[in-house]
């Protein structure tokens, strides 16, 4: 492969991935804040009152978040296939998450899913008089058929079963030493937005949890909204000069998203710049994690962020320092370690002389 | 020459919309007439209608995502540029633009 078929292949992945995303976000918010809001109204036993006003707002945010990966995987298959990748799309991201694989098997699912489509699409000869039936029944068939195979055959046990292993040994740890549990607990969670790694901190947390055990949920709740948090300050108020427009547009919600504990508002952050953004956030919420351990910060609910607060235990000072040490160790890192992006100030003229190719494709 | 153009960028709130004025500005210094539909996250404002694409030289992409609505552009000469081009090397862009379009007649 030549150094420029190399950077197609790049730029167009990217583009896939970030059409997904650009369709994702407005999933996000609308289901992070509605659970939070309804957090809030309910308070620490929400779930157990159906019908009042708290678990209805809470439930149908929680069915919305579970919207956020087949429209991811949804739409990158979308970008590479167009509209017959849709349907696949959404059905290999429902199976992740009913597998638990999330972000990451949603993602891997939609990609395969939308190339297997388009390959369809252009390889496939059909007569004409079938041809209408290609993008209505054709495509859509094979393409759920691939969806299912991928997630229940090729992707989805190999992906579930790391899971298993890493939820096995985190659990022969729940012995040690507090602050290295609730530090692999927070490091868990912001490796990956609470995705699909986060998910075996979080599933051990809220087991425990079920079992009368506050403090590793406790911990959880802070360190969850550390990554969005972290992110949102620093691309809006510290280090403006090292996000895009768009990034700091994103920054401005992840940080009300990360005050209610709605850790993936980071992830515009993390899918762009993942090498340097996740060890920053891996820290940084591992420290919190740790800490909140040692203070004996307890929850009793698993979501909400400062509207958890009012029902938790060590808020003051405890959970309070924990998160601003957390926080404040992230955006130290992100000051150090992500790059300066050119900025383009001069209003006359262009703003870069750099030679720049243009291709004209006529047709 | 007349210049139709798109912009998409990822979240489509910000750059998608610098885009539109960075190739409008650009457009109007060399003096070329230009139309720029945005494709931001509130949907596709300022639409190119079947008579923009008509009597256009050329098509310009400007998108860091997949834009909706490609197949209009049929048999047009069309470019291909991230968001970021648009924006910091719109008049380069526009200019290189003309040459080829001078060159291929």
Known sequence: MSEKNKKNLFSSLSKHMMTGVSYMIPV?????ILQSIGAMIGGATVLDHPGTIGYILFNGGQAAMGLVVPILAAFIAFSISDRPGIAPGLLVGVLAVNMKIGFIGGIIGGYLVGYFCLFIKTHLKVHDAVKPLMPLLIIPLLGGLAAILLMSVLIGPPLAGLQGILIALFKSMGSGSKFLFGAILGGLVGIDMAGPIGKIGTTVANGLMADGIFGPEGAKVCACMVPPLALGISSVFTNK??????????GRSAILLG???VTEGGLPFLLRDPLRVIPCTAIGAAITGGLAMIFGVESPVTMGGIAAFPVMKEVIPGALIAITVGVVVTVGLLALIKKDIPQDENAE??????????????? | MKIIAISACTMGVAHTFIAKDKLIEASDRLGHQIKVETQGS??????LTEEDVKAADIVIIAADININGEERFKGKPIVRVSVTVAIKQPEQLIKKIEEQLKAKK
Not at chain 1, 28 to 32: L, P, Q, R, S
Not at chain 1, 241 to 250: N, W
Not at chain 1, 351 to 357: K, N, Q, R, V, Y
């Open chain 2, 42 to 47: 509130v949907g596709a404002e300022n639409i």
């Open chain 1, 241 to 250: 000069k090292k996000y895009t427009e768009q990034e700091e547009v994103a």
């Open chain 1, 28 to 32: 996000i918010a609308t289901g992070g």
């Open chain 1, 259 to 261: 005050l209610f504990q």
């Open chain 1, 349 to 363: 003229g262009d703003a870069s002389d750099e030679e720049l190719e243009v291709t004209i494709e006529f047709k």
